[in-house]
């Protein structure tokens, strides 16, 4: 345990829509309290570039490829014994990105099902470790948009704006409803990951918000 109260062993996920800064994030929390990380792969994504090219083509084999991988780093996490920030939840995947393609169409009916029991039977088991706390980063659309274009990845940039907003949308009432875990919720105008005291602050909230957990 660290002068934050925050167990060894504790598992953090920070999530939030695309570019809001949960990789940032991820790797200051990971420094700070000397725990591992846990990252999605975006360049090694053998689907994420054709299906920002073809929604309809290629959203079912992009969920049950994220799916796998999430689920192959969840068991690493599991069998570490704990002590992880990972970059994104797997809730985020089935709440957010799956059920907004089959809603706008993107993602037919008899995938979308077939998709969602397997991830039900895979994740919403009591034999799933859920995280200890899920740090939830908001912000404005303005701000993230700016974001993803300064981080400049080409296939993100080219995607109509509709779909962030969308997205952004989304999440805000995701999180509202979220309830497997503990939440933290914050700001992006409200932290600094350079500056040592925002750190702390954000570390106290993440040590607070698992002990209320318990
Ligand atoms: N706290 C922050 N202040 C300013 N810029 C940030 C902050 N966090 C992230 N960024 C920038 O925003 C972009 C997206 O951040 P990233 O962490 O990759 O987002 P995500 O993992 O949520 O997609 C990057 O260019 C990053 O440098
Ligand atoms: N489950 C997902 N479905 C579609 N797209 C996804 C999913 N999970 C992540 N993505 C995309 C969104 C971004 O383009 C990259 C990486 O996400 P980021 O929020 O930047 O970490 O993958």
Not at 24 to 41: D, G, I, P, R, V
Not at 106 to 117: E, I, N, Q, V
Not at 197 to 212: F, R, Y
Request: charged fraction near 20%; include cysteine.
């Amino acid at each position: 345990m660290n002068s934050y109260h925050i167990p060894d062993n504790a598992i953090i996920t920070v999530a939030g829509t695309v570019g809001v800064g949960k990789s940032t994030l991820t790797t200051a929390l990971a420094k700070q309290l000397q725990f591992q990380t846990s990252f999605e792969q975006v360049d090694s994504n053998p689907y994420l570039e054709k299906f920002y090219h073809d929604f309809e083509r290629w959203s079912f084999h992009l969920q049950i490829y994220f799916l796998a991988e999430r689920f192959k780093e969840q068991k690493k996490i599991f069998e570490s014994g704990g002590g992880f920030v990972q970059d994104r939840s797997i809730y985020e995947d089935t709440g957010i990105f799956a059920k907004m393609h089959a809603d706008q169409g993107t993602m037919s009916k008899t995938d979308y099902h077939t998709y969602t029991s397997l991830f039900e039977a895979m994740v919403m088991t009591p034999f799933f470790p859920h995280p200890d706390v899920l740090i939830y980063i908001e912000g404005s659309l303005p701000s993230i948009l700016s974001r993803i274009q300064e981080r400049g990845r080409e296939m993100e940039i080219q995607t109509d704006v509709s779909y962030w907003e969308h997205m952004h949308e989304r999440y805000s009432v995701w999180i509202n409803e979220f309830t497997a875990c503990p939440v933290l919720r914050l700001n992006i105008d409200e932290y600094d990951v350079h500056d040592s005291e925002s750190m702390s602050n954000i570390l106290t909230k993440i040590g607070q918000t698992i002990a209320k957990k318990a």
